[in-house]
């Protein structure tokens, strides 16, 4: 089985439309084993062992592998097994490693490798043929392949965040409402997507300035949570130190530790 870290995405609220900066980090551990066998069938399928993916990472993987049956014209069947040594796995983190997975085991099924730069433009190329255009799911693939925290912007380099390590509790999702883009109107939603955009660029400089963890996670939370609910409908978390990390077209919450809510990781 091959075994990966996960990759979080920190700091930076998804907008539709738009493409603004996300910090990601990785687990200091690796706290996924995954294995997946491919071979030819009669028709695209997925099969899942161990971990529930839950219907919209499923669906999406299912949708994933299509794409991939049509390009190579030739029905496969992929047996995804995953093992976790945690709960409440981040589904965007799931779908980044699990499609990862899918396409290095096609590639080295067929005979040849990819380089990882490679490996992120082709999952790219995919989810955007699945339907699963997600520019954050992007961002988990490249701190994950690079190893280290990583600030993305989808069109840009890719650079080294450079920030403190921080202990995180994992909590889960939660279904959004409707978005209100239309409702706001194009001159508040563009206001509102400065305010996501800046928000990062300030948060990552206030860390690498030195600022701690308490306070720089403290103001993050208030703008991105606010965010949220201005956009999606989403109150707040419970709990004062948690916030909204993008789900899987949900909210996902994390807290930092000690709020007690989920189980605690390492991030660096």
Do not use: H, M
């Given at each position: 089985m091959a075994r990966y870290r996960l990759p979080l995405v920190v700091f930076g609220v998804p907008l539709p439309g738009k493409r603004n900066p996300y910090l990601v980090l990785v687990s200091e551990r690796e706290l996924v084993d995954v294995e997946v066998d491919v071979e030819e069938s009669s028709s695209p399928r997925l099969?899942?062992?161990?971990?529930?993916?839950?219907?919209?990472?499923?669906?999406?993987?299912?949708?994933?592998?299509?794409?991939?049956?049509?390009?190579?014209?030739?029905?496969?069947?992929?047996?995804?097994?995953?093992?976790?040594?945690?709960?409440?796995?981040?589904?965007?983190?799931?779908?980044?490693?699990?499609?990862?997975?899918?396409?290095?085991?096609?590639?080295?099924?067929?005979?040849?490798?990819?380089?990882?730069?490679?490996?992120?433009?082709?999952?790219?190329?995919?989810?955007?043929?699945?339907g699963v255009d997600f520019d954050y799911v992007w961002a988990c693939r490249a701190a994950l392949m690079r190893g280290r925290a990583t600030i993305f912007r989808e069109g840009e380099e890719l650079l080294d965040a450079n920030v403190p390590s921080i202990e995180l509790e994992l909590v889960g999702e939660e279904e959004v409402g409707l978005e209100m883009?239309?409702?706001?109107?194009?001159?508040l939603y563009s206001l509102l997507t400065k305010l996501a955009g800046f928000a990062v660029v300030e948060l990552v400089n206030r860390l690498r300035s030195g600022e701690g963890w308490e306070s720089v996670w403290s103001i993050g939370a208030r703008v991105e949570n606010a965010i949220y609910y201005l956009y999606y409908g989403l109150n707040p978390p419970a709990g004062e130190d948690c916030k909204w990390t993008p789900g899987f077209q949900s909210g996902y919450g994390v807290c930092v530790k000690g709020a007690g809510l989920g189980e605690s990781v390492r991030f660096v």
């Open positions: 099969k899942v062992d161990g971990v529930n993916l839950g219907w919209r990472v499923e669906t999406a993987l299912r949708s994933f592998l299509d794409v991939v049956c049509d390009r190579l014209e030739q029905p496969l069947q992929a047996t995804v097994y995953l093992e976790a040594g945690i709960e409440n796995l981040p589904p965007t983190s799931i779908y980044a490693v699990l499609s990862l997975e899918l396409v290095k085991s096609v590639s080295e099924a067929g005979g040849y490798s990819l380089e990882p730069l490679e490996l992120l433009e082709a999952t790219k190329s995919v989810d955007v043929d699945a883009g239309g409702v706001l109107g194009e001159t």
